[in-house]
């Protein structure tokens, strides 16, 4: 394989489908994290215990979310190859599955997670202040997990058949919508934490509404049926138990960082919340070019064109590259003004800042990783990406130990330490990914799944 790291020409046949999916999947991904950082605003005008509850039951909600995620990942990947393959009709067969799947999932996580919403807030650490607003958040927000879950879906079916424009409509329509109703609800209504969770909900609901009047239109005009294949099902819960096991991985790391915080104090976990908002907003930017990648080298492999799947991730990884060092330059600027936004106290204020250096640091590296993971989920690998974020998770853990056995001993570790600890598994994830890119083992062509 060439080489992956070298800066880009100004000009490349691959850049325009690369942008004809990333820049729409940039601005619906981007929009994500900025509605957190929104809503981590207006709670932060609540004072900082409030602050620290929603920064525990977001990791929380996000996990639930994110071990799901196959629904939008393998999705986009199985329905990629028979678009790549010419068969249509199949590829909306199996997103109509997905759909359904998505959706008794929901179901069931709301049924699971409502009864252990104190036991799970517990677990990561919250303090007697804390605990209650995470509870309150996490109890009501529980209820969104069904929409969320169709959501994703229903992007991995459109983006599957190359079609970013929608799911940007949809995803950035649902959010304003989130933020206006957050900040109604708990500003001008008085409605406290509960508020942003509510307009949690109805946002979510509502953009998941959109979905399934979009699907089931194209599915419809293909003569796709409706009603849930159990095959179907099983095939799509098959596909995705290597994505759970390989997300299982990625948020023992996010979550263990977030418990270690909290047990370091709160104006901690306060601060951690504010600065992996941050980060998370960046993740999902440079992702764009990731989500993009999952739908072309889908579609590549899917028509049996490997001289081309080498030819797109290479430019993928380059542009990743370059997106690192401009968001590193951004970070930088922007850091001094940051934690006015966010919190008065003043020990908040100076935990942000210093997360927000490591933060900028790892933005080039966290570029090539992002793409990277991308490109090989595109390709259906999913077996080596569990295995190599399982790897990678356990690399992470004693560094996460030393920050909480540190931290009482050298104060000045904190959160710097604990972001540092982050660097170390960001690294490793990039040299597992890396190495597995150069190979061939990857490179399954065909429209079935790997």
């Not at 109805?202 to 953009?207: D, K, M, S, V």
């Not at 030819?311 to 003004?337: D, K, N, Q, S």
């Not at 640091?361 to 390709?379: K, R």
Request: net charge positive.
């Amino acid at each position: 394989m060439p080489r992956l790291l070298s800066a880009p020409p100004l000009r490349h046949p691959h850049d325009r489908e690369i942008f004809r999916l990333a820049i729409p999947t940039f601005f619906a991904l981007v929009s994500e994290p900025l509605f957190l950082l929104a809503d981590s605003a207006v709670v932060g005008q609540l004072g900082t215990a409030p602050l620290g509850g929603l920064g525990v039951a977001s990791q929380i909600l996000l996990t639930l979310a994110n071990l799901c995620i196959f629904l939008a990942y393998g999705t986009t990947s199985a329905v990629a190859r028979k678009f790549g393959a010419g068969d249509i009709r199949g590829g909306i067969r199996d997103g109509v599955d997905g759909m359904w799947l998505a959706a008794l999932i929901g179901v069931g996580v709301v049924a699971v997670g409502e009864p252990l919403a104190p036991l799970l807030v517990e677990s990561l650490g919250a303090s007697p202040d804390v605990a209650p607003h995470a509870l309150t958040y996490l109890r009501v927000s529980l209820l969104s997990v069904p929409g969320l879950l169709v959501i994703m879906a229903g992007t991995g079916v459109l983006r599957g058949l190359q079609n970013a424009a929608v799911p940007l409509v949809v995803t950035v329509g649902a959010n304003l919508a989130n933020i206006a109703l957050c900040v109604t609800f708990v500003l001008y209504l008085d409605w406290g934490i509960a508020g942003s969770a509510w307009a949690t909900v109805i946002a979510q609901t509502t953009g998941a509404a959109c979905y399934v009047a979009v699907v089931t239109r194209a599915a419809r005009r293909y003569r796709v049926g409706l009603l849930p294949d159990v095959a179907g099902l099983r095939s799509s819960a098959a596909a995705g138990a290597a994505l759970f096991v390989r997300t299982v991985s990625l948020r023992v790391v996010l979550l263990l960082a977030t418990s270690v915080a909290a047990r370091l104090g709160d104006p901690e976990i306060a601060a951690h919340q504010v600065v992996s908002q941050l980060w998370s907003l960046l993740v999902f930017a440079m992702d764009a070019i990731a989500i993009a990648g999952q739908a072309i080298i889908g579609r590549y492999l899917g028509s049996t064109d490997v001289a081309g799947t080498r030819a797109a991730t290479r430019r993928m990884v380059e542009w990743g590259i370059v997106l690192g060092v401009l968001f590193a330059a951004v970070v930088l600027l922007v850091r001094p003004w940051v934690p006015a936004v966010f919190t008065t106290d003043p020990q908040v204020s100076h935990l942000i800042l210093g997360g927000l250096v490591v933060v900028a640091l790892l933005q080039p590296l966290s570029g090539v990783v992002m793409v990277l993971d991308g490109i090989l989920m595109g390709a259906g690998d999913q077996r080596y990406l569990a295995w190599a974020s399982f790897v990678t998770m356990l690399a992470y853990l004693p560094f996460a130990a030393a920050v909480l056995w540190l931290t009482p001993r050298e104060p000045a570790t904190g959160l710097v330490g604990l972001w540092l600890a982050f660097g170390v598994w960001m690294l490793a994830r990039g040299l597992t990914l890396g190495l597995r890119a150069r190979g061939t083992a990857w490179l399954v062509t065909g429209a079935a799944r790997p």
